[in-house]
């Protein structure tokens, strides 16, 4: 009996060996791992959900002997048990990855549940984000990018579920995945083919660029959220074309001081990011000239008001503190978070929500004219 359990004891030191003992190069820890990530990005999206939520709060307590619940037992103790290992993240995060390119609820139901755990969210995250650096692969660069975009739209687009892992931790994912942004710039500049003398964009370098523009976005609304209504309409809320709901009205709560401090720091990572976005809308411009002229002058008039900004504010960079760098990152935030979403080159759901894209259209003409008028006078 002692040898039995002697053996099952170097037999399970055996599958959990680190890399760095050479261990083969198919262990059993490999195969266990490559088959729960296929059951689980292989799952519905409603059963892997209720599986998931069938385990919160708690991961580790075994509450039935399911598949799924198994599965993602399996994988959350894989992860806490590896969160130094870069390569065990790999096996991991490249599936979830790849599985984006074709079906990205399972991946965001699992990184949605992965994120609650505070102890995994940064290595998971910094991991994520370091893939599209280290990884010189166009087909993971274009899963990447989409990936990432469907996580940064999840804060608004899975509201119904009740699990918040990437909402609680949303300003910290921007942080993140905020250092790729020189990486999917690169990506975009040397995306491009010559025909006949227009620049045409590849598939990875129209998905980076809308990733990065996903990203500015993101981090322009987290600028100005959580602040006082403004007495000026362009600055409380877009201009709305239907008829409200009488719902009855509701309470703004006054914006606290760790709030200003957070939409600060946000407003600074976005102005540190202000070049590249002006390299951005080039390119952007570049690819419109052959058959959208219409558009590629709109983008002229955005690129000549991003170098403005810059050439008014940027000599006060250095002061993080002072007023007139705070008024130049409330223009180019007030004015991004509804331009930029008007400039993405693929959009789904653009039949769903013309309307909305018309509205932040018109509030961005009005932002910018309240700030024209303040500066003026």
Known sequence: MEEKELELEETQQLIWKSEE??????????????????????????????????????????????????????????????????????????????????????????????FQDELLFRPLATNLANIIVRKDDRYIALAWCILVRNLLEFETSMTQFSMNGIRERYNDVLKILSSCMPRLLSIVCKGSTLQDGFELPSRLSV??????????????????????????????????LVPESSTGDKKVKPASKSSEVSNLEMGLLFWDHLEELVNLVQRLIAWSRKS????????????????EIKGQYGCFQDEAGS???????????????????????????????YKELLEQYLSGIQVIHFFSSSVNE
Request: charged letters at 20%.
């Open 292 to 307: 959208r002229s219409l558009h590629a002058k709109g983008l002229e008039k955005v690129l000549k008001w991003l170098q």
């Open 21 to 114: 003992e050479s261990p083969p190069p198919q262990s059993m820890l490999s195969v266990t791992v490559a088959r729960v990530i296929n059951t689980l990005l292989s799952a519905r999206p409603k059963k892997l959900y209720d599986a998931v939520s069938r385990l919160y709060p708690d991961p580790n307590k075994k509450t039935t002997s399911g598949s799924l619940e198994d599965s993602l037992w399996f994988l959350h103790k894989y992860v806490n048990d590896t969160v130094e290992d870069q390569d065990a993240f790999d096996q991991i995060l490249l599936p979830v990855i790849q599985h984006s390119w074709k079906n990205g609820g399972q991946a965001m139901i699992l990184v949605n549940w992965l």
């Open 323 to 353: 007023k007139i760098l705070k008024t130049g990152v409330t223009l180019l935030s007030s004015c991004w978070k509804h331009y930029g979403i008007l400039l993405h080159l693929e959009d789904r759901k653009f039949s769903q929500h």
């Open 207 to 240: 998905s980076a660029a809308d990733c990065m523009l996903a990203l500015t976005e993101a981090l322009a609304k987290k600028v100005s959220s959580d602040k006082p209504k403004s007495t000026s309409n362009a600055l409380s809320r877009p201009i709305t």
